[in-house]
């Protein structure tokens, strides 16, 4: 998914930086950029202590949350700054240098985020439809080399695509500017692998999933009808078919966010965009890192538990990973 790319003409429009006043809307603009940037880093902070430092949370699937935890994070602390200075002041300020730095970041932890979810909706999948192959394959040490793998190939494809689209000569450094533009032939092959490819296996298997919790909702009440001695049973299955929901949302969140900028990214192939209008779009992409966290918040109640305890600083206490937040 290029995150920067944008079909521009050998022209520059924009030769120098507007001038800007001071004025109370200038400054709100630039105190609300660092509320959300704020938002961002500290809500997949307190994600990202609660997943490592509670065992109770060493799950696999807690694992996939744990990634896309990280590459919010630092879409939070790493790329979410620049952006929001470049559409406060209409106007990249940073650099040649800085601006090669933001685009490769920006790439690559877009990317990655987006094949976190695609895993995220095949951990899914594979739990509900074969749940009892999937508790003896899938441990934690094994999910965690599974987002390791996913991390390293989406490095060497970023690599491999910035050396074959011609690392330097693809940055368009025009005062104020700052752009990715890929050719025809590899703008396709990207928008395949990194947009069509995961979001296809998200709502793929996510429509199967929906398809399985409704089965389970079926079955549990059969059981309750029919048993007094599958309480184990029942509880379990309700457990995945939460999970699925609160996931799906995520999933849903995911999808709105992104879907916007890849309209415009197949629309700049046929209408010439404005750029402001992209940044806005852009930005919405960055703001699913922020949303995210509001997200656990509001529908995992350990979440909010682990919060209570990393604000308190209980988990400083002895033994405090061992304590129950589920």
Not at 78 to 91: R, T
Not at 207 to 232: D, G, P, Q, Y
Request: include cysteine.
């Amino acid at each position: 998914m290029s995150v920067m790319e944008v079909n521009q003409t050998d022209q520059c429009f924009r030769f120098s930086c507007p001038e800007r006043s001071v004025s109370t809307v200038y400054v709100l603009l630039y105190v609300s950029a660092a509320v959300v940037v704020l938002l961002t880093v500290c809500g997949n902070l307190l994600i990202i202590i609660s997943v490592c430092h509670f065992k109770q949370l060493h799950t696999p699937t807690n694992m996939l949350i744990l990634s896309l935890a990280v590459s919010d994070f630092l879409v939070g602390a790493l790329v979410m700054p620049a952006a929001l200075i470049w559409m406060i002041e209409s106007c990249w300020i940073f650099g040649a240098v800085y601006c090669l730095c933001y685009i490769l970041v920006s790439y690559f932890l877009a990317t990655t985020s987006i094949f976190n979810v695609a895993l995220v909706a095949v951990d899914r999948y594979f739990a509900l439809s074969n749940p009892f192959l999937y508790t003896e394959t899938v441990s934690v040490s094994i999910m965690c080399i599974v987002v390791l793998c996913n991390w390293f190939a989406i490095m060497f494809y970023n690599v491999a695509l910035q050396h074959f689209n011609g690392h330097f000569t693809s940055v368009v450094m025009c005062p104020g500017d700052c752009f990715f533009v890929l050719d025809e032939v590899w703008s396709l092959v990207d928008l395949l692998l990194t947009f069509v490819l995961p979001c296809a296996v998200i709502v793929i298997l996510y429509v199967l999933v929906f398809v399985i919790a409704r089965k389970h909702a079926t079955a549990i009440r059969e059981l309750n009808i029919h048993t007094r001695a599958s309480k184990n049973i029942t509880d379990s299955m309700k457990s995945e078919r939460k999970a699925a929901k609160v996931l799906g949302i995520l999933v849903s969140v995911f999808l709105g966010c992104l879907f916007p900028y890849f309209i415009y990214t197949v629309l700049g192939n046929v209408i010439e965009i404005e750029m402001g209008s992209f940044q806005k779009v852009l930005m919405l992409v960055y703001l699913n890192s922020t949303i995210n966290p509001v997200i656990y918040a509001l529908f995992y109640p350990w979440f909010r538990r682990c919060v209570k305890l990393t604000l308190t600083l209980q988990i400083f206490n002895t033994d405090s990973s061992l304590m129950n937040v589920l």
